[in-house]
């Protein structure tokens, strides 16, 4: 199943719950639920994995490392190795509202 963690091409949320959408928690509190319970697969996070390319690489990180519970494996293509949207400040400002300690 392929989910877009974005809403659309412009959107560049980094799977980070912030100004721009609450990416992570509609994958890991929506989606993810709503497969088990449609078409019965394990909840075991061993037989879970996420994916994703560039942004969506940068997401399975994310959701992987920080979900161990929902996620057993990952597989980043050509991501990065956390949200990142241009220097620190900048993707402090953009993905987080401006609050560093919102930050993981």
């Given at each position: 199943?392929?989910?877009?963690a974005?809403?659309?091409?412009s959107n560049?949320?980094?799977?980070?719950?912030?100004?721009?959408?609450?990416?992570?928690?509609?994958?890991?509190?929506?989606?993810?639920?709503?497969v088990?319970?449609?078409?019965?697969?394990?909840?075991?996070?061993?037989?879970?994995?996420?994916?994703?390319?560039?942004?969506?690489?940068t997401?399975?990180?994310d959701?992987?490392?920080?979900?161990?519970?929902l996620?057993?494996?990952?597989?980043?293509?050509?991501?990065?190795?956390?949200p990142?949207?241009?220097?620190r400040?900048?993707?402090?400002?953009?993905?987080?509202?401006?609050s560093?300690a919102?930050?993981?």
């Amino acid at each position: 199943m392929f989910a877009d963690a974005a809403g659309e091409f412009s959107n560049d949320t980094e799977c980070v719950d912030g100004p721009h959408g609450n990416p992570a928690d509609h994958l890991t509190g929506e989606v993810r639920p709503a497969v088990v319970a449609r078409f019965g697969p394990s909840a075991a996070p061993a037989g879970w994995g996420v994916l994703g390319f560039s942004m969506g690489g940068t997401c399975a990180v994310d959701l992987a490392v920080t979900h161990p519970e929902l996620f057993g494996t990952f597989d980043d293509i050509a991501g990065d190795i956390g949200p990142n949207t241009g220097t620190r400040a900048q993707t402090v400002a953009r993905l987080y509202g401006g609050s560093a300690a919102l930050r993981r």
